[in-house]
């Protein structure tokens, strides 16, 4: 019955609110206050709320995981990432503070606990939202992504400082976990491509990091990212983070359930959430010009100022170890936070495009070292995007025409470079990257982006750069394909389509063609 309930009530709201154009997830998160507001009528178990909790923390351990599998740890030291991860942090306690005291009847502990708790962004939404628009290694996601774990860190410093607890001797056995690093890649390549693989990662996130890490007084949440983080450069790690993709999904389900669960909110927890609501953009704002002093574009500064303007999970794990009355009016204010910022980040890159003239104002003629503008040089063919795509048809044209390739990751870029590639780090998405762009010599561009928006932006920028050359591109879908053509685009290919061809071509020359 219990799991009936959760699914049922998870899916039709789900589906629901998909219909309206927004992520499922917002619909989760009402799941969640229907299921809390119709627990009577329902007969639900006493032990629910326990269970769902221990669900949706074990989602949390997951998502942290994988995300530690795609993270450069020495990205973390960065100034943008460090300097704008502890300044932000101060910054909106500062800002938020004098509102709390202001508006509501608290003392100057819990407004300093409060303004604490609101000054974190989810790292579980954001890094959900980049996963899904595949942009968690572009520029953009990776200072994302380092700002959250820097937040995350800073949390648990929080939490240890209100508990009064201090973590276990045994806790300095940590610094020592490099040391099993070529221990893990060799069980990682022993265990093959798939159920012990999953096993494996459950393994290295639930048990030997999560478990592990409370046992020595440390947060299990940093010990599943800990781990990931270890395993982030073997050759495999992307494999293993695929294979979790299922599993983490259907649990990350129970934390926005969770959420809804923890109880309704009366008329006072609904004016604290209007009001923290209403300071969202003031969060927004402030990460889009921190981020500009530290030297990044306007267009880099405003996505991952997007991606962080919400209020995090972190912020209700606080609350519960230091002011547990304020747990559900919290828990109402990042439900709101989380129905604002995930349809503000589906619409990110056209809502840069509206804005861009008014942001690039604010840039600072100093770029950072990852966003230097570029020349093409002589190239003939420019392949946008080298993932599979861009690589095969990278080497398919190597051998007979000049080519340049580019892509948003820099790492990738560093990686291709070291092996020969002509490729540059730029984003087909970022505005100062057309302005007075020349081709040269270009007569041919490949579309090989993840994202299906981003193919489109593209197409249209070259058209409207004044490119009359040819524009191929690939997809998945047939609507999908129908836009990027209408976006300028001479051709599109799908994908799986064009693979069966492929193999049925091999098949014609190896069989057919011999025996005639």
């Known amino acids: 019955m219990l799991e009936a309930v959760w699914i049922g009530f998870a899916f039709s709201l789900g589906l629901v609110v998909r219909a309206i154009g927004l992520p499922p997830l917002v619909g989760y998160l009402l799941a969640g206050f229907v299921i809390s507001a119709s627990a009577a009528e329902l007969n639900l178990p006493p032990e629910g709320p326990s269970i769902i909790h221990h669900v949706a923390h074990l989602g949390v351990l997951l998502l942290l995981f994988t995300v530690g599998l ?62 899904g628009k595949r942009e968690i290694r572009a520029f953009h996601g990776r200072v994302a992504i380092g700002i959250l774990i820097m937040q995350d860190l800073l949390a648990l410093l929080v939490m240890s400082l209100a508990n009064g607890t201090t973590p276990s001797p045994w806790a300095l056995l940590v610094f020592a976990l490099p040391l099993l690093r070529p221990l893990l890649y060799k069980l990682l390549d022993a265990s093959g491509h ?46 293993l983070s695929k294979s979790l993709w299922s599993i983490k999904e259907f649990f990350l389900v129970g934390f926005f359930l969770q959420i809804g669960i923890d109880g309704l909110p009366d008329a006072n927890a609904w004016l604290f959430a209007g009001v923290m609501s209403l300071l969202l953009p003031l969060k927004a704002i402030l990460f889009f010009l921190l981020l500009i002093l530290f030297k990044l574009r306007a267009r880099s500064a405003f996505l991952t100022s997007i991606s962080l303007t919400n209020y995090s999970e972190f912020g209700l794990i606080v609350a519960s170890v230091v002011l547990p009355e304020w747990l559900i009016p919290l828990a109402l204010t990042v439900a709101i936070s989380f129905v604002i910022s ?18 690039l104002k604010f840039e600072r003629n100093i770029h950072h070292p990852d966003e230097q503008p570029v020349s093409l040089g002589d190239a003939e063919v420019l392949i946008m995007g080298m993932g599979r795509t861009g690589n095969a048809a990278y080497r398919y044209l190597k051998s007979s025409r000049n080519i340049i390739a580019m892509d948003s990751d820099p790492a990738k870029v560093l990686v291709h470079q070291k092996k020969g590639i002509n490729i540059f780090y730029a984003d087909a998405e970022d505005q100062v990257f057309w302005q007075g762009l020349d081709f040269g010599k270009v007569e041919a561009v490949i579309l090989s982006m993840n994202d299906v928006e981003a193919k489109m932006i593209a197409a249209k920028k070259l058209r409207d750069a004044g490119f009359n050359g040819f524009i191929v591109s690939h997809s998945m879908h047939d609507d999908e394909a129908r836009n990027i053509i209408a976006a300028g685009a001479d051709q599109t290919y799908l994908t799986m389509a064009e693979a069966g061809v492929g193999i049925a071509e091999h098949v014609k020359q190896h069989c057919f063609t011999v025996k005639a």
């Open 70 to 131: 795609k993270l450069n740890v020495r990205s973390l030291g960065k100034p943008e990432v460090l300097g704008g991860s502890m300044l932000h942090f101060a910054l909106s306690i500062i800002l938020t503070l004098p509102a709390v005291l202001l508006i509501f009847d608290v003392s100057w502990y819990q407004a300093l606990m409060l303004a604490v708790a609101l000054a974190f962004s989810s790292t579980v939404l954001a890094a959900k939202v980049l996963e």
């Open 194 to 239: 798939e159920d012990l693989l999953i096993l494996f990662g459950l393994l290295l996130a639930l048990v030997i990091g999560g478990k592990g890490f409370e046992l020595v007084g440390l947060s299990s949440e940093l010990g599943a990212l800990v781990f990931g983080a270890m395993l982030a450069k073997h050759a495999r790690a992307g494999e």
């Open 342 to 359: 995930a349809p503000l980040n589906r619409m990110a890159h056209p809502l840069y495009e509206r804005l861009c003239n008014r942001l």
